[in-house]
């Protein structure tokens, strides 16, 4: 088919408002329309593809020349020999040309560039911090951001081996940390899963590297499990020089067997001591945040010994709704560090017992000394147990099995204040398995 049909730029030049043509072909598809665009004439290219005819638009003359447009329909016409439509392909040169420039803007304002581990961990982040109690989420962004962002943050989602990853673990690991760096990698893990299933990856680089860490060592809340010595730190807490309300939390809080944030939070509406009874809110226990918003109060029954504090400080605090109200803001609960600090002021250190530690004092005694079922004793704890069925125990069962209990405990502990001899747990073991009692009933033996 001919080309170069028009003689040169001097032509166009020549052509003046009025000229009767609509354009100057220059053969093989170019061609250039005549006043179509504020008075400019516009380079056009027609072409056929897959049977359908199409359009390209080459700018305008004089800033696309006579030579530059003929340049562009050459390699339009070399696309299409090639089996290749030029449209598509202008198409896709303005798409990563408008991909590079995000990514431009992204470096210049600190952004994690577009299909890094970054971009895509914070996405998912968003995507599940909806279902998690807001402590959890800042755990969560606060890990990565400390401890694997600045790594292979920036890294593209397929181009992480598990090696390099692994890597960013052991500066974790080095750190003596390693739980830290179990739950990293768990993260790693559901982020990449994540990629998988949105099609930015094929394999999960994570699911291999769990036995290539070091094993975490347990961790326990110190915890007084001796009698004995569990007695002295009760006759501390009765002797400590303390505020009301600091002493009616000492009593409490072993006693109850609540988390600290649980019982600190207390308000006067939850406790009805006429019927012996304090219904922590949902909102307010150690759950998921479905449960946390929809799962049923944890019930407390309460022995006589608490419902007497109770009463004793209901008369400084029943009159705002803080249980145990701050000392110098009412209308705040107590410190979080009150009841460790009263203990470290009372001499028993930090590696001895805690706050928390008093809950796992209780589940110890009550099974070993008082023989309660572990099922009871889970129950008043809120843990989530299940039974052998994969049930899960529901919080408000065994309600007067853990009245009795929580009873039975308290008097335990007035034994223990008052110093009582403490029978050796062998010796208690053996006077429980020859009692007919102890075998045909669950009531309580103090050893």
């Not at 210049?108 to 914070?122: C, D, H, I, K, Y």
Request: glycine share 6%.
């Amino acid at each position: 088919m001919a080309r170069n049909l028009i003689p040169g730029d001097a032509t166009i030049r020549a052509i003046r408002p009025g000229d009767p043509r609509k354009r100057l072909s220059d053969g093989d598809g170019l061609a250039l329309l005549l006043f179509v665009k504020g008075g400019a004439h516009g380079w056009r290219f027609d072409y056929r593809y897959a049977g359908k005819r199409n359009m390209l638009s080459f700018g305008t003359y004089p800033d696309t020349s006579l030579a530059l447009a003929r340049r562009k329909a050459d390699e339009a016409r070399s696309l299409l020999a090639e089996g290749i439509d030029p449209s598509q392909r202008r198409r896709e040169v303005k798409q990563t040309q408008v991909e590079a420039r995000a990514v431009e803007v992204r470096v210049a304002q600190g952004l994690p560039p577009l299909g890094s581990f970054e971009t895509v961990a914070r996405e998912w982040f968003d995507v599940k911090k909806g279902g998690w109690a807001p402590g959890y989420a800042e755990k969560i962004i606060a890990r990565l951001q400390a401890d694997v962002f600045p790594y292979v943050g920036r890294a593209p989602m397929d181009s992480i081996t598990p090696p390099q990853l692994l890597e960013v673990l052991r500066r974790i690991e080095a750190r003596g940390v390693i739980e830290t760096a179990h739950r990293a990698l768990e993260n790693c893990s559901q982020v990449f899963r994540y990629a998988v299933a949105t099609g930015r990856m094929t394999t999960n680089p994570a699911r291999d590297l769990k036995d290539a860490l070091r094993r975490p060592e347990p961790k326990h809340f110190p915890a007084i499990t001796d009698p004995r010595r569990f007695g002295e730190l009760l006759r501390a807490c009765d002797a400590y020089a303390a505020t009301p309300v600091v002493r009616a939390a000492l009593k409490l809080a072993p006693m109850l067997l609540l988390r600290p944030g649980e019982l600190r939070f207390a308000e006067w509406p939850e406790i009805d001591l006429e019927e012996a009874m304090w219904t922590v809110p949902a909102a307010r226990m150690k759950r998921e945040l479905r449960e946390k918003l929809h799962g049923a109060p944890h019930l407390v029954p309460l022995p006589k010994q608490a419902v007497a504090v109770l009463r004793d400080l209901h008369k400084l605090t029943g009159h705002a709704a803080m249980v145990f109200r701050g000392e110098r803001h009412h209308h705040r609960a107590m410190s979080e560090n009150t009841i460790n600090a009263a203990l470290r002021a009372m001499g028993f250190p930090a590696e001895e017992v805690t706050g928390h530690g008093f809950r796992a004092t209780a589940r110890t005694m009550l099974h070993e000394r008082l023989g309660f079922s572990p099922d009871v004793i889970e129950a008043q704890l809120a843990h989530s147990v299940r039974d052998n069925l994969g049930r899960a125990y529901n919080r408000t069962e065994f309600v007067e099995q853990r009245r009795a209990m929580l009873q039975a405990w308290a008097d335990f502990m007035d034994k223990l204040r008052s110093g009582a001899e403490v029978v050796p747990l062998g010796k208690a073991k053996q006077a429980k398995s020859r009692s007919p009692l102890h075998r045909q009933s669950n009531s309580p033996s103090f050893p």
